[in-house]
T-cell receptor, first 112, second 113 residues
Framework: DTAVSQTPKYLVTQMGNDKSIKCEQN?????MYWYKQDSKKFLKIMFS???????INETVPNRFSPKSPDKAHLNLHINSLELGDSAVYFCASSQDDGRGYTFGSGTRLTVV | GNSVTQMEGPVTLSEEAFLTINCTYTATGYPSLFWYVQYPGEGLQLLLKATKADDKGSNKGFEATYRKETTSFHLEKGSVQVSDSAVYFCALRPSYNTDKLIFGTGTRLQVFP
């Protein structure tokens, strides 16, 4: 199946821990993104990579570090997790042709 | 700056009712406009889009017309079904040379039989 897949789907962890979320797309898209969706469903872009290069880096704490080993993967590593990091994180990809994004199914991160 | 404003939800309708979800935007340049739908527990899916003024996007019975004069992109459906219950997001892509999408806050639609 062609898709954007992210793992894990659920992640529960304690404050202070370091965790990673992985994202892979097999659509051949050039650009990948990470979005954060808070408890009120508000979606905010965090990062965008185009062909492994960082394009967008919104005002995100530097505890969040994206890593793109190749254009099909964009992983998100989070250091020293805080309660406020609890949210659903969505990976997405696009082809730079204005057709819009394809989203993954999300990773629900709960920090306790 | 670029922003999207959606009506607050939830919007609660009976099956077969007419749906309108309002969306207005502010943008510099010539944005493209999108509606995405998020079903419970899932990621967002592109529902429809319009790339220039007066374009009408349509899909699955939903329609939205890009109105530059009123800076709006309202989502409509003539007869909703229970299966349309979801959160709907209006979004804009500011210009042709970026793929960054700016989303509205989402509007939850609840359809009852």
């Amino acid at each position: 199946d062609t898709a954007v897949s992210q793992t894990p789907k659920y992640l529960v962890t304690q404050m202070g821990n370091d965790k990673s979320i992985k994202c892979e797309q097999n659509l051949g898209h050039d650009t990948m993104y990470w979005y954060k969706q808070d408890s009120k469903k508000f979606l905010k872009i965090m990062f965008s990579y185009n062909n492994k290069e960082l394009i967008i880096n919104e005002t995100v704490p530097n505890r969040f570090s994206p890593k793109s080993p190749d254009k099909a993967h964009l992983n998100l590593h989070i250091n020293s997790l805080e309660l406020g990091d609890s949210a659903v994180y969505f990976c997405a990809s696009s082809q730079d042709d204005g057709r819009g994004y394809t989203f993954g199914s999300g990773t629900r991160l709960t920090v306790v | 700056g670029n922003s999207v404003t959606q009506m607050e939800g939830p919007v609660t309708l009976s099956e077969e009712a007419f749906l309108t979800i309002n969306c207005t935007y502010t943008a510099t340049g010539y944005p493209s406009l999108f509606w995405y739908v998020q079903y419970p527990g899932e990621g967002l899916q592109l529902l429809l889009k319009a790339t220039k003024a007066d374009d009408k996007g349509s899909n699955k019975g939903f329609e939205a017309t890009y109105r530059k004069e009123t800076t709006s992109f309202h989502l409509e459906k003539g007869s909703v079904q229970v299966s349309d219950s979801a959160v709907y997001f209006c979004a804009l892509r500011p210009s042709y040379n970026t793929d960054k999408l700016i989303f509205g806050t989402g509007t939850r639609l609840q359809v009852f039989p």
